[in-house]
């Protein structure tokens, strides 16, 4: 092994041992301008236990950080808290360099693992079971869908650390391993990007599984995701921002997207946050020239209100609203009022393909599509301002009142 990296210490029995991937810029979809980590642990008891692996390109960076402690041929036991190929598909390959004498998973991670490398002899470890592995205690609670099927932690009570795989992870590369070292507003946003982008379809399992942490009365002092930043100081806040990300309460927040051909929809769209913001709302427009999906899906997360617009193209929708919608229904968000509106020229269907959109979105529609042809004029314009005073009351009213 030519290269060397450090681990680093997390507590006086765990290391961190990931990778830092400066250059992603996509993660399945969803844009990544900061990198991301693959975090994986060492635990050192009286034997050496490897807690997941990274993505197969920074498998040496692993092992490299790896035999910063110990001799990798030291790991006895690894244990994949969840299969997707971020954190797994290096670990055939490590297993092929340490030769561990076990490798445990959830009994769907074995049939996942299996499916992807074709490697069986992996152990199945139980939901809610605590097994002894080198002298230390780890319980194993299933996370099914948070964030695959085969998703668990592992508990570790004598360090109070919770290795909680993609839970409560962000994609940021940094120099820096622990979340009280990274500047608070970087922070905030990765987190809800990352909420907003992986975890928000599964929000009531995410408030069940807070609940069932509560429940079960875990001490937890570290959290140790496989992205992103290590938590180790005022638990409270994630946990308790997690809490109002899977609420959603909507806020006086709206949200306008739209795509343009000839400037009409952008016109209308303008138009249209004035009309709200002279009624009170707070407004982020976002055109979809210069915006990508996964920050229209953020922003709508601490959102009360969404507005989709765009001109009719060939009988349809402009390509990148269809392209944010169907990625946005996905997602799941929910509890937002909004409404369509567009520029056509002699057919004018895309509005109704956004309404549809918003329909399977569960958006509270408070108004009929607005649907001008060609350039808004004065009268146009004006029927753009009201259109977006509507909704703006509406919204007022949900965020005083409640839906
Ligand atoms: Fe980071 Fe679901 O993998």
Redesign the pocket.
């Known amino acids: 092994m030519s290269r060397h990296f450090e681990a680093v210490k997390v507590t006086d029995k765990v290391y961190w041992v990931g990778a830092i991937d400066w250059g992603i810029r996509d993660?399945h979809g969803y844009t990544t301008p900061r990198g991301s980590t693959?975090n994986a642990y060492l635990i050192m008891g009286d034997d050496v236990i490897l807690i997941d692996t990274v993505r197969e390109p920074f498998k040496e960076e692993l092992l490299a950080r790896v035999a910063s402690v110990t001799d990798p041929k030291n790991v006895r036991y690894i244990i994949s808290n969840?299969s997707?190929?971020?954190?797994s598909s290096g670990l055939p390959w490590v297993i092929d360099q340490v030769k561990p004498e076990k490798v445990f998973a959830s009994k769907v991670g074995l049939k996942d693992l299996d499916g992807y490398y074709h490697m069986g002899g992996i152990d199945k470890v139980d939901n809610g079971s605590t097994m002894r592995l080198g002298g230390v205690d780890l319980t194993f609670i299933d996370t099914p869908m948070i964030?695959?099927p085969d998703?668990m932690m592992t508990y570790m009570p004598s360090q109070k650390l919770l290795f909680s795989?993609?839970g409560f992870?962000m994609h940021l590369a940094s120099s820096e391993r622990f979340a009280d070292e990274i500047p608070q507003g970087v922070l905030y946003e990765e987190n809800a990007k990352y909420f907003a982008n992986?975890l928000l379809p599964y929000k009531q399992l995410i408030v069940k599984l807070l609940d069932k942490i509560k429940d079960l009365g875990l001490e937890i002092e570290t959290i140790c995701p496989?992205?992103g930043p290590i938590w180790r100081k005022n638990l409270q806040v994630p946990i308790n921002t997690y809490y109002k990300w899977c609420a959603q309460e909507p806020t006086n927040k709206a949200v306008i997207t739209f795509a343009s051909m000839w400037g009409s929809t952008e016109i209308m769209a303008r138009a249209i946050e004035d009309g709200m913001v002279s009624a009170g709302a707070n407004v982020i427009v976002l055109p979809m020239k210069s915006s990508d999906r996964s920050v229209v899906v953020t922003e709508v997360l601490e959102a009360g209100a969404l507005l989709v617009g765009s001109p009719t193209l060939n009988n349809g929708v402009f390509p990148t609203m269809a392209d944010t919608l169907t990625y946005m229904k996905g997602l799941k968000p929910r509890n937002l009022v909004g409404a369509a509106f567009g520029s056509f020229g002699w057919s004018g269907e895309a509005v109704k393909v956004l309404n549809d959109y918003l329909e399977q979105i569960k958006v509270e529609i408070v108004s009929e599509p607005l649907n001008l042809q060609f350039v808004p004029d004065a009268e146009g314009i004006e029927q753009c301002r009201r259109f977006g005073e509507a909704v703006a009351a509406r919204l007022k009213e949900v965020v005083q009142n409640g839906a």
């Open positions: 993660f693959y969840h997707e190929p971020d954190h964030h695959w998703s795989q993609d992870g992986i496989d992205h």
